[in-house]
Nanobody
Framework: QLQVVESGGGLVQPGGSLRLSCVVS????????IGWFRQAPGKGRELVSC????????TYADSVEGRFTTSRDNAKNTVYLQMDSLKPEDTAVYYC?????????????????????WGQGTQVTVSS
């Protein structure tokens, strides 16, 4: 059973940066596409980004394009979400999720329901 643990959230001022980490254990990371989702109070989860198992493809929500960057280090079983130029509207609980894709290493997963494993979330608050 795969374990997914996010960390790195906290309080940051508008315009600041945070780097979230997603550590995966119990399986090899390179057979999973890794998505980042966020959920603001009273709202459902929305896709922030996804990185393919081979790291060669990424996608981002329009709202974070150009400000957020996801990357992965499969040797360390870790996926990162670098968040720059943060805005108050980025405030949410951020979740890391893994979609088993096997040898489809280039696959990007967009649908929340396709993800097999989820972390418990880390709070990001952007406020002055």
């Amino acid at each position: 059973q795969l374990q997914v643990v996010e960390s790195g959230g906290g309080l940051v001022q508008p315009g600041g940066s945070l780097r979230l980490s997603c550590v995966v254990s119990g399986g090899r990371l390179d057979i999973y596409a890794i998505g980042w989702f966020r959920q603001a109070p009273g709202k459902g989860r929305e896709l922030v980004s996804c990185i393919s198992g081979d790291g060669g493809r990424t996608t981002y929500a329009d709202s974070v394009e150009g400000r957020f960057t996801t990357s992965r280090d499969n040797a360390k079983n870790t996926v990162y979400l670098q968040m720059d130029s943060l805005k108050p509207e980025d405030t949410a609980v951020y979740y890391c999720a893994a979609d088993l894709v096997g040898r489809y290493g280039s696959l990007i997963t967009l649908a929340e329901t396709e993800y097999d494993y989820w972390g418990q979330g880390t709070q990001v608050t952007v406020s002055s």
